[in-house]
């Protein structure tokens, strides 16, 4: 086919974490690369994220003695996501993830906070942080990479649809909007651009292209809003699904408990409830004073319970829990988000909760970590758990937000898009939010980044190793 604008070996659609990964291994097998990107500015929803990626068999697990494997982490992705996860992808993420913690340390230059997480839905300490504390850390170091192997990433380019050959099967290019303006689809100029190799889709989720995820989830409502940057929209997985990509797990959405309705997208609100809140503290139901849920059961399982409540929570911890996200705290507090009490009455008095309730469910809670026994709603209390006990004593209000799309196009274990039939789609690949199976009902924490770079990376390498053809 002929006439076209620009033509490189591999095109890369989306600058996030994926796009990046997959952009650098694919230059670096000596493709000519391009990154094109509909937004001004590149990262996507990596650049917003807490930077947390989870790995079994890390670095600081090693250095701190805590014992985790790849089969270990793979269960609890399986257990999370009710068994709807296509294993074979689970189980690359898992035997791959530490290797890629190295490859971001080694080749990129990353560094991580000398700490681990554990996460709801986790077996085990296995999250590490950037040392920023942001996702734009390792987006910052993608793109120096880029930079130094002479790879463009250009902005404002939207996708608006592929170019199959005559065929009908093989892909070969695309129709884009350059110079694009957001959310304006008759913005820019149009041009075509080919390929010699392949097309790597890396256009994230579509988690907040609300109207699309009405489709997928009716029950959505006006009282669910969105964590995700503007950006994240359905035109990239569309077009693939116009070509008979296999559309995977399109409705489930996931949506995290740690929402602050008092903040909007994710905010430092939310980063304070997973990092302080949920394993130090307890989610109350004003209306009754008690707890309700498991506040570290995974993410499915504690929005399904605050939503049954029917309205706003609130997450309490005392200073000494506090203190595991003193910055964010700084942050809710001076913003209001976040609020401080000393006693638990005046607590109570200000959040409209009933004070006997609330104090007896305080008393339970404390004297099941006193004694060692088993928490009624299954949460792990360990030796190490702090009762709550030392004022002040913090509150938030949360409501589940929208997070994450858990579906998009299947893929192989190659990255290669696969139609309706389960047969690659010539020289379509995919990686990161786009692509769907691996996570199946529910997303454990910490385990997105790790699957971008794990599949960026995959993407890269084997649409570079593909045959070249003009």
Same mark, same amino acid.
């Given at each position: 086919?002929?006439?076209?604008?620009?033509?490189?070996?591999?095109?890369?659609?989306?600058?996030?974490?994926?796009?990046?990964?997959?952009?650098?291994?694919?230059?670096?097998?000596?493709?000519?690369?391009?990154?094109?990107?509909?937004?001004?500015?590149?990262?996507?929803?990596?650049?917003?994220?807490?930077?947390?990626?989870?790995?079994?068999? $890390?670095?600081?697990?090693?250095?701190?003695?805590?014992?985790?494997?790849?089969?270990?982490?793979?269960?609890?992705?399986?257990?999370?996501?009710?068994?709807?996860?296509?294993?074979?992808?689970?189980?690359?993420?898992?035997?791959?993830?530490?290797?890629?913690?190295?490859?971001?340390?080694?080749?990129?230059?990353?560094?991580?906070?000398?700490?681990?997480?554990?996460?709801?839905?986790?077996?085990?300490?296995?999250?590490?942080?950037?040392?920023?504390?942001?996702?734009?850390?390792?987006?910052?170091?993608?793109?120096?990479?880029?930079?130094?192997?002479?790879?463009?990433?250009?902005?404002?380019?939207?996708?608006? $649809? &592929?170019?199959?050959?005559?065929?009908?099967?093989?892909?070969?290019?695309? /129709?884009?909007?350059? /110079?694009?303006? &957001?959310?304006?689809?008759?913005?820019?100029?149009?041009?075509?651009?080919?390929?010699?190799?392949?097309?790597?889709?890396?256009?994230?989720?579509?988690?907040?292209d609300l109207a699309f995820c009405r489709l997928q989830l009716p029950e959505l409502d006006e009282t669910i809003h969105s964590t995700n940057h503007r950006g994240a929209t359905s035109e990239g997985l569309v077009a693939a699904l116009r070509i008979g990509a296999l559309p995977v797990h399109l409705s489930w959405i996931q949506m995290g408990p740690w929402g602050c309705p008092d903040e909007k997208g994710y905010g430092k609100g939310a980063r304070f409830a997973s990092y302080s809140v949920f394993p130090a503290g307890i989610l109350i139901d004003p209306a009754t004073g008690s707890r309700f849920v498991n506040e570290w059961g995974d993410r499915r399982h504690r929005t399904e319970a605050m939503l049954r409540a029917g309205h706003a929570c609130f997450g309490i911890v005392d200073s000494i829990g506090a203190e595991k996200d003193s910055a964010s705290l700084k942050d809710c507090l001076k913003r209001g988000k976040v609020k401080g009490f000393q006693n638990l009455a005046d607590l109570a008095a200000a959040c409209g909760i009933p004070s006997s309730p609330l104090s007896k469910t305080f008393n339970d809670y404390n004297n099941a970590i006193a004694a060692g026994q088993p928490d009624v709603f299954g949460k792990p209390l360990g030796p190490d758990t702090p009762p709550l006990k030392k004022p002040p004593f913090y509150a938030m209000r949360l409501w589940p937000k929208l997070h994450y799309t858990a579906g998009g196009i299947g893929i192989n274990s190659k990255a290669q898009v696969i139609n309706l039939q389960g047969q690659p789609i010539p020289r379509l690949f995919a990686a990161g939010e786009v692509s769907g199976g691996i996570h199946g009902a529910s997303r454990l924490g910490s385990c997105s980044l790790t699957e971008c770079l794990v599949f960026g990376r995959i993407a890269g390498q084997a649409a570079a190793a593909g045959k070249h053809r003009t």
């Open positions: 086919m002929t006439g076209w604008d620009e033509k490189k070996d591999i095109i890369v659609i989306g600058s996030g974490l994926a796009g990046l990964a997959a952009a650098i291994e694919a230059a670096q097998a000596g493709a000519a690369v391009i990154v094109i990107e509909k937004m001004k500015v590149t990262g996507g929803n990596t650049r917003i994220s807490d930077g947390g990626l989870a790995a079994p068999g $890390n670095y600081l697990q090693k250095k701190h003695g805590i014992a985790d494997s790849a089969e270990l982490f793979y269960e609890d992705m399986l257990r999370a996501g009710l068994g709807l996860n296509h294993p074979h992808l689970v189980r690359i993420v898992a035997e791959r993830a530490a290797e890629t913690i190295e490859w971001t340390r080694n080749e990129l230059g990353v560094r991580y906070l000398d700490r681990l997480d554990r996460f709801g839905g986790h077996s085990a300490a296995r999250c590490l942080t950037t040392k920023g504390h942001l996702g734009a850390d390792i987006i910052k170091a993608q793109t120096a990479k880029l930079k130094e192997l002479g790879v463009e990433i250009r902005t404002r380019c939207l996708l608006k $649809n &592929f170019i199959v050959d005559r065929d009908g099967t093989t892909v070969c290019g695309i /129709n884009i909007q350059a /110079n694009y303006q &957001f959310p304006d689809e008759d913005s820019g100029t149009a041009k075509k651009m080919g390929v010699n190799r392949a097309i790597i889709l890396a256009t994230g989720g579509f988690g907040n």
